[in-house]
Each structure stands twice: as structure tokens, then as C-alpha cells.
């Protein structure tokens, strides 16, 4: 069957969706909120939804889209250049080689695959500013970080889950 | 076969897009300014976004603020009673001091102090962040906004300007892990370095350990470089143990809505210096506002004004005195 131009457009709007939802995250956590320290630990949400697109949806969130994602995400946080593109690359990479694990399993158990990852995204990306600055920087901040990521993750997934529904659809 | 080739290139996109992630690494160390300015430019792209979504979020905050104040109206009226009496005390001893200052300039002849310009600009973004405090601001190269300048807010200091693009710049924060700020400790003015390292509270490095230092110290600049004035007021000591000892600023980055950029010009006096205009480089102390002057005469007590010590036309900022300070005429 030959789709028209129509549905052609309206099917590659719906699957830019996922990165540009991802690029629109990041702006997002770098709203002033007034809240003393929220915005100092405010949960990575661009690394939700890469861990939930490359899960999910693959062929919308290649490679280089979540090399790209951190790379804004560095820009704009003012972190060294290049270390969330690392890590977002390195979890993408995780994610993508144990789909077949994670697929049809519980949501716990989604949970606490991202907690692991979340865990290894934090170290890796502590590590790597450590390595830039040349002396092992305060880590706290991360620490908490890595916890409100991980703790805000069933929030966050529910809007994915819509999103993935009602915007992107199924493959 | 077709998939061994399909995962093939899947680990080679992986290896080629980790040795970018770790070439654009390479390329921070080794040009900042390169990628500073990136990120301005980035910044000054989606600032009007960012300026829109702020707008609401400072909204809704101000709403939240207003009705929590609501509840405690009666406690806030009369503690504020109580600052205002306090800071009326302070007022009278800076006048007196102001008066005799001018007096002593008078006395010695000094320059006249270069003026020192404002920027009044609004915070647009906050990207927090575990690794970099800096804020972005709604003020740029187009309003004279240039890298080097310092950030004020009424409460004391922010920090610098790192790098500005048309429309926004960057600010870093004195608690980031880049910022070091030449600091004076206490009555004693022990001099000592307030760096950055990422947490909340910076710590002050390069201290005399002979010095006495303790907890409630005021710390203000010392002007020591040329990147900052003297006296203008940046925190004080919340922690000493074991040499390390902990400032908190007076300004909280999360409650920054509106800051002031200062350019207070101080290479061109140190061309002046160069040039042999003037004997000694001398720091400009920092102006305040035309509007701000204007009021402090206004409400200068009558006595003052009849004994001929009106408010000279330019005024020395003191460090800001805290509830609880002492006042020692």
C-alpha cells in the first residue's frame, strides 16, 4: 500500500516526537522554579527518556540522537562539554543490548533496571568531570541527583506511556 | 550475515559517537572561551523560550510567596519593625561615616572614582545541575553586558559574567567549582580566596592559619585583583572544622529574580595608572543608583542636613548589616 504525502508528514511528525520531547526536557530543567536547591538537584529527565524511547521505541531514538540530547544538555547546564553526551551514548548503548531482557518484564522491574543504569550514568559522569578537572569533585550534588531521578521515574513514565500511545504509536 | 553487519555498525556509531563525547571533552580543556562562547550563543537562541516559560514559573512562585506571607503578616510586621529600628541605627552611623569619608578624600586629594554603570536584568534560566552553577540572564553585549562584569543583587554578591552573548549572558555563580573570589574575613580582614566547589557552601582556601576565624564572620571582597571592588558583601561563615571552613552567601541562587551587572571599569584606571595620569591604582568603590542616593538623602535626618554634612553626591557601600550585627559608633 502506498501512503500518501499526507500521511507521510503526519507519520514523521509523530516520530520526531520522542527526540524532540527529549531536547524539550532538557530546557525544561533549566527553568528557574524558586524552590531553594530543586533546580540543584533536579531529576535528569532527558535520561528518562532516553532509557524509555531506546526501550520502547529504538528506531526513534538512534545513537546519535542521545550523543546530540547530552551534548544540549552540556550546553546548556554549563557541566563540561561532551560529559552528558558520554554518558546519554553509554546508556543508550546499555539499554540497547539488554532490550530483549527488559521487554515484557514488570514495571519494578523496569525501575530498577533504570535505578542500575541511573547509578552507572551518575558514577560515569562524576568520573569523567572528575578526570576534566583534574581532582575529584564534590559529589553530593550527583548523589542527590541520581536519587530524584530515580525516584521521580514512575511520574515521568506516565507521560511517556501517554505520549507513546496517543502521539507516536506502536511500530 | 546481514545482521552481523546491522550490529557491526551499530557498535561502530557507538565507538565513533563515545570518542566525540570525548573529543568535545579534549576540545573544553583546551579552548573554554571557544566553547563558552558556544553556549552563549546556544543560550541567546532559546532565550525567548526560555524568557516565556520563566515568566509564569516567577508568577505562580511570587503568588505562593505572597500567600505564605499572608499567614504570618503579624509576626513579619513586627519583625520588620524591629529591622527597620535596626538598620535606622545603621543608617545614622553610615551617614556619619559617608560624611567623614568625603572629608578624609577631601583631605588627601584623592581621584575622583571613576562611575561604575548598572545593568538591571532578570534571571531566565537556572540550570543547576550537579556539575556547573550558573544562571542565565536577560541582558547582553546590546546593553554593554561584557565578560569580566560583576553580578550584585540587593543582598550582596552573585558573581561574574562568564561570557555574553546579544541578548543573554551567562553568570557564574561564586559557588561554582570555576570561581575564585578574593575575600576579606571578619573584623581582622584576614585575606583569603573564596572558591567554588560545587556545593552550596563555598570554601575560603589560602587562609593565614594564624588567623582567627569563626562561625558568623562577615566575608566580604577584598578587592586584592582587579575582578572585583572591595567591600562588597558575599557571605558569611557558617562552618570551621579542621581548616575547612564554609561560607554561606548572603544571596541564595534559587530566590535570584532580578540582578544588577556592574561594570566598574576598572582597566581603564589602571590604564590612567599606565599612562601616569594618576600616582596609585586605586579601586573604585562601587555607586549606588542615582534613584537609590537620591532616597538616602531624602530621608537624612534634618540635624544632619542643617550642620552642612548633607550626603556627599556618590556613596561607599558598607557591608550590609545583618540582624543581630553589633553597632559600634
Redo the contacts between chains.
Keep these: 500500500m502506498k501512503r500518501s504525502f499526507w500521511h507521510r508528514l503526519d507519520l514523521l511528525a509523530r516520530h520526531v516526537v520522542p527526540v524532540l520531547l527529549a531536547f524539550a526536557l532538557v530546557?525544561?530543567?533549566?527553568?528557574?522554579?524558586?524552590?531553594?536547591?530543586?533546580?540543584?538537584?533536579?531529576p535528569a529527565l532527558a535520561l528518562v527518556s532516553i532509557y524509555y524511547w531506546t526501550l520502547y521505541r529504538p528506531d526513534l531514538m538512534p545513537?546519535?540522537a542521545?550523543?546530540a540530547i547530552?551534548?544540549?544538555d552540556?550546553?546548556?547546564?554549563?557541566?563540561?562539554?561532551?560529559?552528558n553526551?558520554?554518558v546519554f551514548?553509554?546508556i543508550?548503548?546499555a539499554v540497547?543490548t539488554q532490550r530483549g531482557f527488559f521487554l515484557g518484564k514488570s514495571f519494578a522491574i523496569v525501575w530498577l533496571g533504570f535505578a542500575l543504569l541511573a547509578g552507572a550514568a551518575?558514577t560515569i559522569?562524576?568520573l569523567?568531570?572528575s578526570a576534566?578537572?583534574g581532582l575529584l569533585?564534590?559529589?553530593?550534588?550527583?548523589l542527590?541527583?541520581a536519587g530524584t531521578t530515580i525516584g521521580c521515574l514512575p511520574l515521568i513514565w506516565r507521560l511517556l506511556v501517554q505520549c507513546h500511545l496517543r502521539i507516536v504509536g506502536q511500530a | 550475515m546481514w545482521n552481523a553487519w546491522k550490529l557491526l555498525a551499530t557498535w561502530l556509531t557507538y565507538g565513533v559517537l563515545v570518542l566525540a563525547a570525548g573529543a568535545a571533552m579534549l576540545l573544553g580543556k583546551a579552548d573554554a572561551v571557544l566553547v563558552e562562547r558556544l553556549r552563549v550563543q546556544v543560550a541567546d537562541v532559546v532565550a525567548p523560550i526560555l524568557e516565556s516559560v520563566s515568566r509564569p514559573v516567577d508568577r505562580a512562585a511570587d503568588v505562593v510567596a505572597s500567600s505564605r506571607r499572608l499567614v504570618d503578616l503579624v509576626e513579619e510586621n513586627s519583625a520588620l519593625r524591629q529591622e527597620r529600628e535596626h538598620l535606622l541605627q545603621w543608617q545614622a552611623v553610615a551617614q556619619r561615616l559617608e560624611a567623614e569619608n568625603a572629608q578624609l578624600r577631601d583631605l588627601l586629594k584623592l581621584v575622583a572614582e571613576p562611575e561604575a554603570r548598572f545593568v538591571a536584568a532578570r534571571v531566565v534560566a537556572d540550570p543547576g545541575g550537579a556539575y556547573a552553577h550558573s544562571l542565565l540572564v536577560n541582558t547582553g553585549r546590546r546593553d554593554g553586558v561584557e565578560k569580566g562584569q560583576i553580578v550584585l543583587t540587593g543582598e550582596g554578591l552573585v558573581g561574574r559574567i562568564a561570557a555574553s552573548a546579544n541578548r543573554v549572558s551567562r553568570v557564574l555563580l561564586i559557588s561554582d567549582l570555576n570561581s575564585r573570589v578574593p575575600v576579606a574575613v571578619g573584623e581582622g580582614r584576614a585575606r583569603a580566596i573564596l572558591a567554588g566547589d560545587n556545593s552550596v557552601y563555598p570554601r575560603l582556601i589560602h587562609l593565614d592559619p594564624d588567623e582567627t576565624i569563626a562561625s558568623g564572620d562577615q566575608v566580604v571582597t577584598s578587592g586584592i585583583t582587579d575582578a572585583f571592588p572591595p567591600g562588597l558583601p558575599v557571605g558569611t561563615v557558617v562552618s570551621v572544622q579542621h581548616g575547612d571552613v564554609r561560607v554561606a552567601p548572603f544571596v541564595k541562587q534559587s530566590r535570584v529574580e532580578f540582578v544588577r551587572v556592574v561594570d566598574h571599569r576598572l582597566p581603564a584606571l589602571i590604564d590612567d595608572f599606565l599612562a601616569g595620569r594618576t600616582e596609585t591604582p586605586i579601586l573604585p568603590p562601587l555607586q549606588l543608583p542615582a534613584a537609590a542616593n537620591a532616597q538616602l538623602s531624602a530621608s537624612a535626618p534634618a540635624e544632619a542636613q542643617a550642620e552642612g554634612t548633607a550626603a556627599p553626591p556618590t556613596v561607599v557601600p558598607l557591608p550590609v548589616p545583618r540582624p543581630g550585627d553589633r553597632i559600634r559608633p
Design positions: 530546557l525544561l530543567s533549566t527553568v528557574p522554579l524558586r524552590v531553594p536547591l530543586l533546580n540543584l538537584v533536579f545513537p546519535a542521545a550523543f547530552g551534548l544540549a552540556d550546553v546548556l547546564s554549563g557541566a563540561p562539554f561532551g560529559v553526551a558520554l551514548v553509554l543508550h548503548a540497547n551518575f559522569a562524576w569523567a568531570v576534566f578537572y569533585v564534590n559529589g553530593t550534588g550527583a542527590l541527583q
